[in-house]
């Protein structure tokens, strides 16, 4: 196990404060703890919910997949939970966490990577880590 905070409520009542959608997911937004970054947005659901409050490392919902995401699994660039947060309205989750490495799979640290300055489109963040060897040939 990680070094994983402690929750003292019942996990069945986090569960319950949280508005899962008709698919059974709601977004969460990692941010990094410290810089208070915001790393990426991703879905979870109940599985995926409960597997990171269970272990500290964060395990989204893959749409895509169809499967668990365990984030890092085959890019090394893992997201130790540190804090497990619920919005006010129960449909949005904030993750604080400690980021290995960078957290897009463009590998730049941030999947908010580009932004729009005088009317166009920018990238204001560079790519760090080549994907190719996060992911080798098949980065998605």
């Keep these: ?17 949280i508005a899962f959608n008709g698919d059974g997911l709601v977004p969460a937004i990692a941010q990094a ?34 499967a668990l995401w365990r984030k890092g699994e085959s890019s ?15 449909d949005t989750l904030l993750l604080i966490v400690d980021q290995q490495g960078v957290a897009c799979h463009t590998g730049r640290r941030s999947c908010f990577y580009r932004a729009v300055r005088n009317g166009a489109l920018e990238t204001i963040q560079e790519v760090e880590t080549d994907p190719s060897i996060l992911y080798g040939k098949h980065a998605h």
């Design 1 to 17: 196990m990680t070094d994983a905070p402690a929750f003292d409520a019942p996990f069945e009542d986090v569960l319950a404060a």
């Design 33 to 66: 703890e410290g810089s208070g970054e915001i790393l990426m947005m991703a879905w979870m659901n109940r599985d995926s919910v409960l597997e990171t409050l269970r272990t500290g490392r964060v395990c989204y919902w893959s749409r895509s997949r169809g």
């Design 76 to 90: 090394g660039q893992v997201q130790t939970l540190k804090d497990f947060r619920i919005d006010c309205d129960g």
